[in-house]
């Protein structure tokens, strides 16, 4: 399904929540931000999407494998951590937002600042339910 064709006025609100949800966020962790999201939510189009983006920002290949495996990686700092820990809690929302991850991401992160994270999250995620139900991969418009 062609959703901006079938529903553009969903379509239209989804891309101004987006971007508003981007302002004042550094584009390089927005862009890790996005594909982590599309990893955990098994969305093909739009990691393919973001990792196109998170290149022309000039995040590295290197990171850019290592998102999958964050955790375990010594190549991000402690507030893409704390970001890349909230991303995968509210993505996984159903298992809540553990205290200890939303404090750390407080900690990283001033209130405006985090509440525009919190909303590139949700806005993610949207996305990513978007393009996984109605069956978009990689390389279609």
């Known amino acids: 399904m062609n959703f901006s064709a079938v529903s553009p006025k969903v379509f239209k609100a989804v891309l101004a929540l987006d971007a508003v949800a981007r302002e004042g966020l550094d584009p390089a962790l927005l862009e890790l931000v996005q594909i982590r999201a599309s990893q955990v939510n098994r969305c093909a189009y739009c990691i393919s999407y973001h990792i196109s983006d998170a290149r022309k920002a000039g995040e590295s290949e290197e990171r850019i494998h290592q998102l999958a495996a964050w955790e375990e990686s010594s190549l991000f700092t402690g507030k893409e951590r704390a970001a890349l820990a909230l991303t995968e809690a509210v993505t996984l929302l159903p298992a809540g937002v553990p205290d200890a991850v939303y404090e750390e991401a407080a900690r990283h992160f001033e209130e405006k600042e985090l509440a525009q994270l919190i909303a590139l999250i949700f806005t993610t995620n949207a996305w ?13 418009e």
Do not use: A, S, Y
């Not at 990513?128 to 279609?140: E, I, Q, Y």
């Open 128 to 140: 990513n339910r978007m393009n996984v139900t109605t069956r978009k991969t990689p390389g279609t």
